[in-house]
């Protein structure tokens, strides 16, 4: 007798809803799905029946890794969870430390931090709205969209040191001060985006086949948002104002004029817009930070001076025994960590960004738990895909804004 052979499909597919639906496999091969994640549909002719929706494994094993470094070694594994916007996940891990260590960051460094946290918001929008758009098959606007982009990630490389995983954060501070000219360089980004920004909205707004394609597909509903966790634009594009920079301030956002942008039904239209609209805020907020930056409130130095965690300066280390053993100690144990827990949440360009750090009082994490909106999103994918159309499941996909170092940590 012939052995029996498992059935590779999933459980809720074995039997189709109609006789003649389709069930076919959309990735993990797919250059729209990101690498990993495969999306198994069963199709009435063009329409999705229905659908189950896997974001694969990258095995990273993040979580897991962080329990056999120190605490400063964190930082380069952290930038690789969200690559497109690594200075947000450095800020809203170094911050949970601090809070363990109740350590109290500077003034400069505060107003730093909250500007880099807007300019990788605004990265991160401009490259989810640029691949939309050239999926949908329009190149211009992604091509303007990437130009600035580009500008963009020069500009924090002459900061940082590196083009997209910026390990850039330190706990108690920053790796350094702005070079001079940086803020000048900004302010010309802010002109030239302006006007790139303006050449996008006057391609795609208003355009027959953009909406087309995007009004009233993949909707979700705020019950359906909240149900599942959903933060950030998911949840915003359905009309809540839900937004951890407004409900509980942190960094310098408390002491910022911004608006929070909704939409109406939570279509793929709404996360354009949405997205779009943040852009704007996020341009407004660092030009107030800017002036703050220049003026005497922002003044001073970026890392405080607590030897438990900040390193001394160099010539210190070559000239001080008592601070090449503080540099040394750092390097090798690690900054020792009081026993405790914590969760610090950011606002970031997908929603919240949780971590949940254990410390049982050593030089390295006990446990380190990433609440990742990507992971957290994936869950809604297939309520907003079924009923539509297969050419609706790139774009819908596409407006999730899924980032893969996230979903498998």
Same mark, same amino acid.
């Given at each position: 007798m012939a052995p029996t052979i498992a059935n590779p499909v999933r459980s809720i597919f074995t039997t189709p809803l109609q006789d003649d639906s389709v069930i076919v496999n959309i990735g993990p091969s797919h250059p729209a799905t990101h690498g990993t994640v495969q999306i198994i549909a069963e199709l009435d002719g063009e329409r999705v029946l229905r659908s189950d929706v896997h974001c694969g494994y990258l095995h990273r094993g993040f979580e897991k890794e962080c329990e056999d470094h120190t605490w400063h070694n964190l930082i380069p594994y952290v930038d690789r969870l969200n690559y497109v916007s690594a200075l947000v996940n450095d800020f809203a891990y170094c911050?949970? &430390? =601090?809070?363990?260590?109740?350590?109290?960051?500077?003034?400069?460094?505060?107003?730093?931090?909250?500007?880099?946290? $807007?300019?990788?918001?605004?990265?991160? %929008?401009?490259?989810?709205?640029?691949?939309?758009?050239? =999926?949908?098959g329009a190149m211009t606007a992604f091509l303007y969209l990437v130009m600035i982009r580009d500008y963009m990630y020069e500009h924090l490389a002459a900061l940082t040191g590196a083009r997209v995983t910026y390990t850039y954060g330190r706990i108690g501070g920053l790796a350094r001060d702005l070079p001079d000219g940086w803020l000048a360089r900004l302010e010309e980004i802010f002109v030239q985006y302006e006007d790139f920004i303006g050449r996008v909205h006057a391609l795609v707004d208003r355009n027959r086949i953009f909406i087309d394609r995007m009004r009233d597909v993949g909707v979700l509903t705020q019950a359906q948002a909240l149900s599942h966790g959903c933060t950030g634009p998911m949840l915003r594009s359905t009309g809540l104002a839900c937004d951890l920079r407004k409900d509980m301030p942190y960094l310098a956002y408390a002491e910022l004029d911004f608006d929070v942008p909704v939409g109406i039904k939570g279509d793929n239209y709404d996360r354009y817009f949405v997205r779009m609209r943040e852009m704007d805020e996020s341009v407004y907020m660092m030009r107030q930070l800017s002036q703050i930056l220049q003026s005497e409130a922002g003044a001073g130095p970026i890392n405080v001076a607590d030897r438990r965690c900040s390193f001394p300066d160099k010539p210190l280390v070559y000239t001080e025994i008592e601070s090449l053993i503080n540099h040394f100690k750092l390097v090798m144990d690690g900054p020792v960590v009081p026993a405790g827990d914590a969760?610090?949440? %950011?606002?970031?360009?997908?929603? $919240?960004?949780?971590?949940?750090?254990?410390?049982?009082?050593?030089?390295?994490?006990?446990?380190?738990? &990433?609440?990742?909106?990507?992971?957290?999103?994936?869950? &809604?994918? %297939?309520?907003?895909?079924?009923?539509g159309q297969v050419a609706d499941i790139v774009p819908t996909f596409g407006s999730i804004n899924m980032i893969g170092g996230e979903c498998d940590r």
């Open positions: 911050g949970a &430390v =601090e809070q363990l260590m109740d350590v109290q960051i500077t003034a400069r460094c505060k107003y730093l931090r909250t500007l880099l946290s $807007e300019y990788s918001r605004l990265v991160d %929008h401009i490259t989810c709205i640029a691949a939309g758009l050239m =999926e949908l969760y610090v949440a %950011h606002e970031a360009p997908n929603g $919240e960004l949780g971590f949940y750090l254990v410390s049982t009082g050593s030089g390295t994490p006990h446990k380190v738990h &990433v609440r990742s909106p990507s992971f957290v999103h994936m869950g &809604v994918a %297939h309520l907003m895909m079924n009923g």
